[in-house]
């Protein structure tokens, strides 16, 4: 996938420093559209702020766009594909406009930008702009010189500047929670798995940037912070002394902002969960009793294929240490089932090791081969129909043990920080400790706070109770 990198569609050098605003005044109206997991949710939110600052301003109203940015997902196919089916409905918006005289920029940024580059105006020339997720904060800069040029332009390098200082300060949280990168990229290399590709190696911010950050959000009303990375329990940002900081000592660090409530953090392997981390779920009251930690499969011969670097049994006594020092723990975990080669018995130790677990929550995955991966070149790819039942088997489990783990929560008061208003009026949403959403009358003033609220009942998504 580095082929792409540096590539112009006219094969000239990468996009230089071009003046912001190319010179020219900016604006209009952006609609920005986010597939996939968080680390994209956060991006887009800086897209916006960046291109604010640059006198643009948002739409939900993809009709009136003057600028349509799809943040693209490339983990699976069926997530890359999703961004082909929506550029066809955009070409034709596209081509109204232009019949009418009006200019529409249509950028693809994020991980199918870096993984497809070039390619991807090829199959859809409709697209104006090709922006990997290292680049997005040249996107004002890009979309002006595209406009300028009249051209398709593809930046997928991964440039020796660091995008977070060069993207505006965080604009005011819409949210009393916010996401916050902390690390990116992953040095693992699972034999499923793009994210090294799509991500580049794995680099950690500084914890005097990251408190910036964090101190700014806090500021503008945010009680909650996610710290995100792809593997963000091997986060090792430049510390306040100058030497690395594990992800416990950034935890540590910023638990010392007044005002910030709440800090969880995602993604981890379990090969980075370490003893200092481990302990820091038992010191540490505002980090949250919730760990995603992804097993992907119970079956030892398949975690090897996968490069995962660790069996089945450490992974158990592993969630054993963590469960000794925090027993008050929410775990969820990631499930890939057909990986290639995997057998009903293999399939079945997936499940063993689910039940010998027990899971608040959990994410489950037919296997999906990507280009570029060792994987998608092994023998014996389980057939669709296999995947499929594999899945729903698995499913029906992870159904049980959901529900079992929000049925022991009735009758709990726990602390909830409301989110944001509920369907009804005088409702109102928030989050438990352990992420489960949880509906309740409160008062608006409720908003942005942590409130005890005695669980009465819960449904399949969300619990429900009482303000105490
Ligand atoms: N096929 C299916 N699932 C995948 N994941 C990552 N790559 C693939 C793939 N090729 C899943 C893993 C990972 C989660 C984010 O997505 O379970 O933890
Ligand atoms: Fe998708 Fe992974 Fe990229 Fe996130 S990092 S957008 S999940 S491919």
Redesign the pocket.
Same mark, same amino acid.
């Given at each position: 996938m580095d082929d792409h990198a540096r590539m112009q569609l006219d094969g000239s050098e990468p996009v230089s420093d071009v003046e912001p605003n190319g010179g020219r005044p900016h604006g209009g109206r952006v609609f920005l559209k986010t597939f996939g /997991?968080q680390m994209n949710v956060y991006d887009s939110e800086r897209i916006n702020e960046a291109l604010a600052v640059n006198g643009y301003s948002e739409t939900s109203d993809l009709e009136a766009a003057d600028v349509v940015i799809l943040n693209t997902c490339h =983990? @699976?196919e069926k997530a890359a594909e999703k961004v082909y089916s929506d550029l066809g409905r955009i070409r034709q918006l596209k081509e109204q406009r232009a019949a009418d005289g009006i200019d529409t920029v249509v950028a693809i940024v994020g991980c199918v930008a870096q993984a497809e580059g070039a390619e991807i105006v090829r199959r859809a020339p409709v697209v104006d702009l090709v922006v990997g997720p290292q680049s997005y904060h040249r996107i004002p800069e890009l979309i002006a010189r595209s406009r300028i040029e009249g051209r398709s332009l593809v930046e997928t390098a991964f440039p020796e500047e660091e995008k977070f200082a060069h993207l505006p300060q965080r604009a005011k949280a819409r949210a009393p929670t916010a996401f916050l990168t902390v690390q990116e990229g992953c040095d693992k290399f /699972?034999t499923? /798995?793009? %994210?090294p590709y799509t991500r580049g190696a794995e680099y950690s911010r500084s914890v005097g940037d990251v408190e910036r950050e964090a101190r700014s959000l806090v500021a503008s009303g945010v009680r909650e912070i996610t710290l995100l990375g792809q593997n963000v329990n091997g986060y090792h940002g430049t510390g306040p002394d100058g030497e690395p900081c594990t992800l416990a000592g950034l935890v540590t660090h910023l638990a010392r902002i007044d005002g910030l409530e709440r800090i969880r953090y995602t !993604?981890s392997h379990p090969r980075d969960m370490t003893d200092d981390l481990i302990e820091a779920h038992a010191r540490e009251s505002k980090l949250m009793p919730y760990l995603h930690l992804?097993f992907?499969s119970g079956a030892d011969r398949i975690l090897a294929a996968m490069n995962r670097k660790h069996t089945g049994a450490e992974y158990v006594a592993l969630i054993e240490r963590i469960r000794a020092a925090q027993p008050d723990l929410a775990l969820s975990t990631? %499930? =890939?089932v057909g990986f290639p080669g995997e057998t009903d018995a293999e399939f079945e130790d997936t499940l063993e090791l689910f039940r010998e677990v027990g899971f608040a929550a959990a994410?489950s995955?037919?296997?999906?081969? @990507?280009p570029g !991966?060792p994987?998608e070149k092994l023998p014996d790819q389980v057939p669709e129909e296999v995947k499929t039942e594999r899945l729903a088997r698995l499913q029906q489990l992870i159904e049980v043990q959901q529900r079992a783990f929000a049925e022991s929560c009735v009758g709990r008061t726990l602390p909830v920080l409301f989110e944001k208003p509920g369907r009804r009026a005088g409702q109102m949403i928030g989050r438990s400790p352990y992420l489960q959403s949880v509906h309740a009358e409160a008062p608006q003033e409720a908003l942005g706070k942590i409130v005890s609220v005695e669980i009465s009942s819960f449904g399949p998504n969300s619990l429900a109770g009482v303000i105490r």
């Amino acid at each position: 996938m580095d082929d792409h990198a540096r590539m112009q569609l006219d094969g000239s050098e990468p996009v230089s420093d071009v003046e912001p605003n190319g010179g020219r005044p900016h604006g209009g109206r952006v609609f920005l559209k986010t597939f996939g /997991c968080q680390m994209n949710v956060y991006d887009s939110e800086r897209i916006n702020e960046a291109l604010a600052v640059n006198g643009y301003s948002e739409t939900s109203d993809l009709e009136a766009a003057d600028v349509v940015i799809l943040n693209t997902c490339h =983990i @699976r196919e069926k997530a890359a594909e999703k961004v082909y089916s929506d550029l066809g409905r955009i070409r034709q918006l596209k081509e109204q406009r232009a019949a009418d005289g009006i200019d529409t920029v249509v950028a693809i940024v994020g991980c199918v930008a870096q993984a497809e580059g070039a390619e991807i105006v090829r199959r859809a020339p409709v697209v104006d702009l090709v922006v990997g997720p290292q680049s997005y904060h040249r996107i004002p800069e890009l979309i002006a010189r595209s406009r300028i040029e009249g051209r398709s332009l593809v930046e997928t390098a991964f440039p020796e500047e660091e995008k977070f200082a060069h993207l505006p300060q965080r604009a005011k949280a819409r949210a009393p929670t916010a996401f916050l990168t902390v690390q990116e990229g992953c040095d693992k290399f /699972c034999t499923f /798995c793009v %994210v090294p590709y799509t991500r580049g190696a794995e680099y950690s911010r500084s914890v005097g940037d990251v408190e910036r950050e964090a101190r700014s959000l806090v500021a503008s009303g945010v009680r909650e912070i996610t710290l995100l990375g792809q593997n963000v329990n091997g986060y090792h940002g430049t510390g306040p002394d100058g030497e690395p900081c594990t992800l416990a000592g950034l935890v540590t660090h910023l638990a010392r902002i007044d005002g910030l409530e709440r800090i969880r953090y995602t !993604t981890s392997h379990p090969r980075d969960m370490t003893d200092d981390l481990i302990e820091a779920h038992a010191r540490e009251s505002k980090l949250m009793p919730y760990l995603h930690l992804p097993f992907q499969s119970g079956a030892d011969r398949i975690l090897a294929a996968m490069n995962r670097k660790h069996t089945g049994a450490e992974y158990v006594a592993l969630i054993e240490r963590i469960r000794a020092a925090q027993p008050d723990l929410a775990l969820s975990t990631d %499930v =890939i089932v057909g990986f290639p080669g995997e057998t009903d018995a293999e399939f079945e130790d997936t499940l063993e090791l689910f039940r010998e677990v027990g899971f608040a929550a959990a994410f489950s995955f037919k296997y999906s081969p @990507r280009p570029g !991966t060792p994987a998608e070149k092994l023998p014996d790819q389980v057939p669709e129909e296999v995947k499929t039942e594999r899945l729903a088997r698995l499913q029906q489990l992870i159904e049980v043990q959901q529900r079992a783990f929000a049925e022991s929560c009735v009758g709990r008061t726990l602390p909830v920080l409301f989110e944001k208003p509920g369907r009804r009026a005088g409702q109102m949403i928030g989050r438990s400790p352990y992420l489960q959403s949880v509906h309740a009358e409160a008062p608006q003033e409720a908003l942005g706070k942590i409130v005890s609220v005695e669980i009465s009942s819960f449904g399949p998504n969300s619990l429900a109770g009482v303000i105490r």
